[in-house]
């Protein structure tokens, strides 16, 4: 199981992730390319010394995307991850969901069950969750613009993704509504269950549960005519990982 320590061993590891996957012509390429940009902006951030504490930030990071790593590399290796992971990389075998489907998907994972516990286990095992809020929340604003920019790469390869906010405007799936914001919000309350738990395990589970549910909630919609438009957009996405991968990472 390939761990970090630093965060160049993450973009180290990422690195391989993304060649291996765009090798075999997966979408789980996708998530790594926009989770290594983010990282790398978080490195500079820690070396501007954008933070409230720098060094507790790239303990943070590592132990944050050691989750990531450890549920790939478990599923790689013909094992169960996580229930929130295991849908996110079971979709990827399936060649109708959007490119945003599948990076939604990771984000879901990662911030909605993966970065509670890493806070919580950043500040162990006495400190006061309520001294890393501030960079908590510069995290994830560093997530929701690699997002937004990673968004206007995709219309790049999917000449029809602008359809997308078109058609789900006033929808109220998943797939048109999903906020980092709210995602934000949902995963430092559940950062404050999983640190006060007397039984971290029960909670842990039944998380996983409920974003494993929304992993699902990520691949369907109500909506008969937004299913349509996804169909027709994905129609005209380009296949070929290479491409994409080096459209997403430009």
Avoid at 64 to 76: G, H, M, Q
Avoid at 202 to 217: E, H
């Amino acid at each position: 199981m390939k761990q970090a320590t630093t965060i160049d061993e993450v973009i180290s590891i990422l690195e391989r992730i993304i060649i291996t996957e765009v090798a075999d012509n997966s979408n789980l390429a996708f998530f790594p390319i926009l989770y290594k940009k983010v990282t790398e902006r978080i490195k500079e951030g820690i070396a501007q010394k954008e933070f409230d504490d720098n060094p507790r930030m790239e303990r943070l990071d590592v132990i944050f995307a050691n989750r990531y790593l450890e549920a790939y590399f478990t599923y790689k290796e013909g094992q169960k991850p996580s229930l929130s992971w295991e849908n996110a990389f079971l979709a990827a075998k399936d060649q109708k969901f959007l490119i945003l489907q599948h990076l939604l998907l990771g984000v879901n994972a990662h911030i909605n069950l993966d970065l509670g516990i890493a806070v919580s286990e950043t500040i162990r095992p006495q400190g006061n969750l309520q001294n890393i809020h501030t960079d908590f929340n510069k995290i994830n604003a560093i997530l929701a613009s690699m997002v937004d920019g990673v968004q206007q790469r995709i219309g790049r390869v999917s000449p029809f993704f602008h359809l997308l906010d078109k058609v789900a405007d006033g929808k109220e799936d998943l797939i048109a509504t999903f906020s980092i914001n709210i995602a934000r919000d949902e995963a430092w309350i559940f950062a404050n269950k999983y640190h006060n738990a007397l039984d971290t395990e029960a909670v842990f589970t039944k998380r996983d549960r409920s974003i494993g549910n929304i992993a699902l909630q990520l691949t369907t919609t109500k909506s008969r005519i937004l299913r349509w438009v996804i169909r027709f957009i994905r129609w005209f996405e380009s296949k070929n990982i290479s491409k994409v991968a080096k459209i997403l990472s430009s």
